[in-house]
């Protein structure tokens, strides 16, 4: 019965951290969109769109927020007539450029 109660107990506290962290992060990506000239609205769809992305392990689309070339509202991977290019920045995607910010 303890050996229970210590798992309810573990899950409990690992779930509770896991739910901050992941209302943390929404925060974080809703004020960034808005910064970025989203509306609230859209801002608070876009960061609930990424939270059930990042919960759904089969969907690996990516917004460009995410990616190394993303730089000054621009992709500088692709080029359009040898400038950088400004993708579709607010919507979720598959790139074959993508590579993960911080990652490695
Ligand atoms: S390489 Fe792809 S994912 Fe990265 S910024 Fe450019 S368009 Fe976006």
Not at 17 to 32: G, L, V
Not at 60 to 72: G, I, K, P, Q, S
Not at 81 to 97: A, E, G, T, Y
């Given at each position: 019965?303890?050996?229970?109660?210590?798992?309810i107990?573990?899950?409990?506290?690992?779930?509770?951290?896991?739910?901050?962290?992941?209302?943390?992060?929404?925060?974080?990506?809703?004020?960034?969109?808005?910064?970025?000239?989203?509306?609230?609205?859209?801002?608070?769809?876009?960061?609930?769109?990424?939270?059930?992305?990042?919960?759904?392990?089969?969907?690996?689309?990516?917004?460009?927020?995410?990616?190394?070339?993303?730089?000054?509202?621009?992709?500088?991977?692709?080029?359009?007539?040898w400038?950088?290019?400004?993708?579709?920045?607010?919507?979720?995607?598959?790139?074959?450029?993508?590579?993960?910010?911080?990652?490695?």
């Amino acid at each position: 019965m303890r050996v229970f109660i210590t798992h309810i107990f573990w899950y409990w506290r690992n779930c509770d951290r896991s739910r901050t962290k992941e209302e943390a992060r929404w925060k974080r990506r809703y004020d960034t969109f808005v910064a970025e000239g989203l509306s609230q609205d859209e801002a608070h769809d876009l960061a609930s769109q990424m939270t059930r992305r990042d919960n759904d392990i089969g969907d690996d689309r990516r917004l460009c927020f995410e990616c190394v070339f993303y730089a000054n509202k621009y992709c500088t991977k692709i080029l359009h007539r040898w400038k950088p290019s400004q993708q579709l920045r607010f919507i979720l995607q598959r790139c074959d450029h993508f590579a993960l910010k911080g990652g490695k």
